[in-house]
């Protein structure tokens, strides 16, 4: 290859459930494309296929309620106190009753602008007569919650645009998840039927293109990683997704440096990446997923602020909600930046990351 850059190509044959003994083969570039068979053939006239592809991830979402109803167990543990607030609820106990259901909602940290709004809203209509029995309580709580999920939050689907390839950036802190939502979604849109190409542009951490290396290994995906030290994060992006341009790719995952919102020159570094893949296919990148440590509650939201300012957060993807209590930052999130959740992680497994359903999320914390 001519750029100094030197770049390989990694391909894999796709054999899942079987851990990782697949040997490694470089080629670069690659005399042939990795064999498979795709639910879709897309090409650039098929403008209908990531709509469709959407659509079938959105699917089942709704058909794998379970998994969602267990990642929230925690959560939901916690706000179990409501059913007993509500189950010998009277008038009389009004003030007792919404202030104790006001604590729980705080503990879960759906934080205190939400809660407030939600409480005098469950208040009024009880003063008012519009609600008269705990069940009905309970639905005007799981509806004002829904409200605030959809109205500034609707958008959950990945949108990946007309042409191909999709490019699809993911970016966020050192600990979060990153690199393992990435492999985790090139799975789930690979079994989709999406011919996936892995960029490791996480030039800064030695250990993450190993990282990636093996999720491509356990998807089947093929990856473009950097083979010198030093390499710029945005070059190895780039050659990635002009490979993926002249290779027929439907999408291409592109891996980021993990950095403090804090450190101003990183940050700029994201957006030095997000221009070299629009040189490359307008547009580009149809996606920029923010991945959110589910753990730290409603301490996401600076960083999430900071990120969203530098280059235009479309999307959320909050990891770890199996391990915390916390799930009521979901909501906070929503509505305090008007960025939809796309996916959620809700266990260790590669299914595991889940795409965000607001009606799934609502049963599964208030059942």
């Known amino acids: 290859m001519a750029s100094t850059t030197h770049l390989s190509l990694i391909s894999k044959l796709s054999q899942p459930h079987h851990g ?3 040997p490694q083969t470089r080629i670069s570039p690659p005399t042939t494309t990795r064999p498979a068979t795709y639910r879709f053939q897309c090409s650039a006239s098929q403008t209908g296929f990531f709509t469709r592809l959407g659509r079938l991830i959105k699917e089942k979402a709704k058909s794998d309620v379970e998994k969602i109803f267990s990642g929230f167990s925690k959560t939901r543990d916690n706000l179990a106190v409501i059913d007993e607030l509500l189950l010998y609820w009277n008038l009389a106990e009004t003030d007792r009753v919404l202030d104790e259901l006001e604590e729980a909602l705080l503990v879960s940290d759906f934080g205190p602008r939400i809660t407030v709004k939600i409480v005098e809203s469950l208040r009024e209509d009880i003063l008012a007569g519009k609600l008269k029995s705990g069940s009905e309580i309970k639905e005007a709580l799981k509806k004002s919650v829904m409200d605030f999920l959809t109205k500034k939050g609707n958008k959950t689907e990945l949108q990946l645009g007309f042409r191909k ?12 998840g990153k690199t393992t939502s990435l492999g985790k979604l090139a799975y789930r849109l690979k079994n989709e039927g999406a011919k996936i190409l892995m960029a490791a542009g996480d030039t800064f951490r030695a250990a993450a293109s190993d990282q990636l290396e093996i999720w491509a290994e356990r998807t089947g995906c093929e990856i473009v990683m950097a083979e010198k030290e030093n390499a710029k994060a945005s070059s190895v992006l780039s050659q990635a997704v002009k490979r993926g341009k002249e290779q027929g790719f439907d999408i291409v995952l592109c891996d980021t440096s993990g950095r403090l919102h804090t450190n101003y020159s990183l940050m700029e570094e994201l957006i030095a990446c997000k221009k070299a893949v629009g040189k490359v296919v307008s ?3 149809n996606e920029i997923l923010l991945v959110l440590d589910g753990t730290t509650g409603l301490n996401m939201l600076p960083q999430a602020r900071e990120f969203n300012e530098v280059v ?9 909600l199996d391990g ?3 799930g009521g930052c979901v909501v906070s999130v929503v ?3 008007g960025i939809p959740v796309k996916f959620v992680g809700v266990g260790e497994g590669v299914e595991d990351l889940q795409p965000f359903d607001a009606e799934a999320f609502v049963n599964a914390i208030f059942s």
Do not use: C, H, W, Y
């Open 20 to 22: 990782f003994v697949i």
């Open 165 to 176: 390839p999709a490019v699809v950036m993911i970016v966020g802190v050192n600990g979060g």
């Open 283 to 285: 547009g580009a990148p």
């Open 312 to 320: 235009g957060i479309t999307g959320l993807v909050l990891t770890k």
């Open 324 to 326: 915390s209590a916390r």
């Open 335 to 337: 509505d305090e930046l």
